[in-house]
């Protein structure tokens, strides 16, 4: 079989740093929870649910509480997690409100420094200041509601973490969830993910504004822990199903995945795409097919000044206007191709 052999079993490289802990590590790590004496005087009920807590672990429980995925997906007789398709249904609903006429504009505020006078720097952030400042000047237009998210909580408030993208998408585009499903891992204590909360207001906003300071030449790190776990809203697989969990074999052998059709749904399908396509401004839709044929001739270098040329025409052309005021309307844009 050669590697261009489109029927060649894909191949997954694995033999990275063990990670697997022996029981007295285990236990160990788990009690430093407890690492209060206070703790002492209820040890007996400490090494009982120790135990709770290293059959989890051993048998790898990262989803403890599941259910059948269902009709929708591609296997429903796989069990998904609870949590997950709780978080779906909040994001279903995020994307609802967001397209509704009646809802209003809706703004995400993001003040994105750690600093907060709740905790070791004792003293409230600039950017906190700063984004206050643009929620005053958001808020003073009535037709806007204002969600202000702040990332300093992070380093302030109990069982608030954001934990770090795993990079499913790295090894398949497939295996990248959307929403994100690597967390919470019960069996490795990786819960109290705020992401669940914050996909959804992600979703219903119609307009994001982010305010940060600078450390060490990047954004602070608690934004950046919410951007990557973004990653899965470019175009994340919807259907966990699909790949069953985490099976790379499966997400890989699935290739690029944007969305699962049952086979006598697929004309219908690739129809409403195609209609959906063909309503969009007809010079921008022609140049991304041009950028498309011309990124496989041409070097990143070239091919970015072509892309920001031919965007340059496009926010010249009253298509662009008039997509900016249907996106202000929340009504379909009328295109007339100048
Ligand atoms: C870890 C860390 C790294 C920093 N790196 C930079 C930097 O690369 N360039 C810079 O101009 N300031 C840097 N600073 C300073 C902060 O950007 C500056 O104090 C900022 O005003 C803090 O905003 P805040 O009041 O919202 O926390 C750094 C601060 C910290 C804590």
């Known amino acids: 079989m050669s590697a261009d052999d489109p029927q060649a079993k894909p191949r997954v490289r694995t033999g990275q740093t063990p990670t697997e802990l ?13 690492y209060d004496s206070a703790f002492e005087k209820k040890r007996a009920e400490l090494d009982a649910i120790g135990e709770i807590a290293w059959e989890a672990y051993h048998d790898s429980r990262k989803a403890p509480r599941t259910r059948k995925a269902g ?12 949590e997950w398709l709780d978080a779906r249904e909040k994001i279903i609903a995020a994307q609802k409100q967001h397209d509704s006429k009646e809802s209003k ?35 003073a237009d009535h037709e806007i509601d204002v969600d202000f998210l702040d990332l300093s909580v992070l380093t302030a408030e109990y ?12 090894t398949a585009m497939p295996l990248c969830h959307w929403p994100c499903s690597c967390y919470p891992n019960h069996y490795l204590g990786q819960t109290h993910d705020w992401m669940y909360e914050i996909y959804p207001r992600w979703v219903a906003a119609h307009g994001i504004m982010i305010v940060a300071p600078v450390h060490w030449y990047q954004v602070p790190s608690v934004f950046k822990l919410m951007m990557d776990r973004l990653v899965c809203a470019d175009g994340g697989n919807p259907d966990p199903t699909s790949t069953h969990g985490k099976t790379p074999e ?34 921008a839709v022609r140049y991304c097919k041009r950028l498309l044929k011309l990124a496989q001739q041409q070097s990143l270098a070239e091919h970015l000044d072509v ?30 191709g100048r």
Not at 159 to 170: E, H, L, N, Q
């Open 105 to 139: 504009t809706r703004v995400l505020l993001i003040c994105a420094s750690p600093r907060t006078d709740q905790t070791c720097p004792s003293e409230m952030s600039k950017t906190f200041r700063l984004t206050k400042t643009a929620e005053e000047i958001f808020a």
């Open 250 to 283: 499966e997400a890989k052998a699935l290739g690029i995945l944007l969305e699962i059709t049952e086979p006598d749904a697929l004309l219908t399908r690739a129809r409403e795409l195609a209609t959906s396509i063909a309503a969009k401004p007809p010079l």
């Open 71 to 82: 009709p929708g997906f591609a296997d429903p007789e796989h069990e998904l997690s609870i």
């Open 22 to 34: 022996s029981k007295d590590e285990f236990i160990h790590r788990w009690n430093q929870n407890f």
């Open 159 to 170: 069982g608030r973490k954001i934990y770090p993208c795993k990079a499913c998408v790295s």
């Open 307 to 336: 892309c920001s040329s031919f965007q340059a025409i496009c926010h010249k052309t009253d298509d662009h206007h008039e997509a900016l005021t249907a996106f202000r309307e929340k009504r379909r844009g009328n295109y007339k």
